[in-house]
């Protein structure tokens, strides 16, 4: 029996690690998957020794107020993963949890694999070293991302995106909004300020106030905020009852369905991060934003090399999407784009037309290549496969 231990640390990496899992089991049913997961990888089969949430946290400042935790729990989690002597090990993203973990698990004799690349063509480069020592294969989903691993001489295979193949949303915004029982005369502009509570917090504010300036510009306009989780969805709603009754009255919070949520909108206002991948592969425009600790943006932004940060003007080679980061994550700003947005239907147009072509272009049975890709790391014997 394949015995394989995986670490997902949020949300994008459990849908990750749920679609690998149920792709290994279509090769080898009795397959046996444990470490952390999050509510999807526990569905598809996998044992998840501490709750996923406990390693959602970004940002070095906020990343310092937990340092003794997350270590604690890479201590014990080794010694767990030892003890099972897995065939395999795969770390899902969260890069500064896991290849501290696949360097110890590696030095113990386990192959270890990586599922999503740290960004060290946009920053912290000098990980590739780290990665070089801890990880036998790391897995991309973006072809722009191997030609740093080809030149330093580090297995690398790009297997895709499985979001490209799972995400199909080819109706109109209106099919969508019936299925999600709005009722919504005008349009609706979803709302995803983070998945993560410290996001939630340090976006929704702005993110509601740029809501209210729409508002006042276009009455007919509604906003739904799916939550991700039941906590998520408190905070989002302490966070909203600060704001006027108009502009209340005017927001719907559902429980997760952000995909859906988006299919029945005409715009997103959304966080950095997976979430604006999701929202080009539903084929809805958007604006994004972000902001962190001033202290870990002073850090990091002096780190960083690239110009461009959400996910689909990264594969487009171009700014399809208006980025406002920090300081310019503004109310006013936010609102300004996503008004002139809405009021500009060929511009629309011509941003859904590039996501339909990018999205067609990341089509490659992820799922399965993915699977494939870490299996091969997995000597043939008589005990195993």
């Known amino acids: 029996m394949i015995k394989i231990a995986i670490v997902a640390g949020e949300i994008s990496g459990d849908n990750l690690g749920a679609e690998l899992i149920k792709s290994i089991k279509q090769q080898y049913p009795d397959a046996k998957f444990f470490g952390i997961g999050g509510r999807q990888m526990i569905a598809a089969g996998m044992e998840s020794y501490y709750p996923m949430e406990r390693l959602s946290v970004m940002g070095i400042i906020e990343v310092l107020g937990r340092l003794f935790e997350l270590l ?3 201590k014990e989690l080794c010694k767990k993963i030892t003890k099972q002597n897995p065939d395999l090990f795969i770390g899902i993203d969260a890069p500064d949890f896991n290849l501290g973990l696949e360097l110890k698990l590696k030095e113990q004799g386990i192959k270890t694999a990586h599922y999503v690349s740290p960004s060290v063509w946009a920053w912290r480069s000098g990980r590739i070293k780290k990665i070089k020592k801890a990880v036998d294969k790391m897995l991309l989903l973006f072809p722009f991302e191997k030609d740093i691993y080809d030149k330093n001489a580090i297995a690398a295979e790009c297997v895709g995106h499985p979001l490209a193949e799972i995400i199909d949303y080819p109706q109109s915004p209106v099919f969508y909004r019936r299925q999600l029982a709005l009722n919504a005369g005008g349009g609706v502009i979803a709302v995803l300020p983070g998945s993560r509570i410290s996001e939630v917090k340090r976006l929704l504010p702005d993110f509601l106030s740029a809501c209210k300036i729409l508002l006042d510009n276009e009455k007919e306009l509604r906003f739904v905020i799916p939550a991700v989780t039941k906590a998520v969805g408190e905070v989002i709603k302490e966070i909203l009852q600060q704001n006027d009754a108009a502009l209340t009255e005017r927001v719907t919070i559902t ?5 859906d949520v988006m299919a029945a909108a005409n715009l997103v206002l959304v966080a950095s991060g997976t979430a604006t991948l999701e929202a080009m592969l539903v084929g809805r425009p958007m604006v994004m934003a972000y902001k962190m600790a001033p202290i870990s943006y002073f850090i990091i932004s002096r780190l960083v090399k690239i110009n461009r940060f959400a996910l689909p003007n990264l594969l487009a080679g171009e700014e399809l999407v208006e980025e406002y980061i920090q300081k310019r994550a503004t109310p006013e700003n936010l609102a300004g784009a996503l008004l002139e947005l809405y009021r500009n239907a060929d511009k629309r147009a011509k941003i859904e037309e590039r ?31």
Do not use: H, P, T, Y
């Open 255 to 259: 429980e997760g369905a952000a995909r």
């Open 355 to 385: 996501f339909v072509a990018i999205k067609e272009l990341m089509r490659s049975g992820s799922g399965d290549r993915a699977a494939q890709a870490v299996l091969d790391l997995i000597e043939v014997n008589d005990g195993c496969r």
């Open 72 to 74: 604690k729990i890479r």
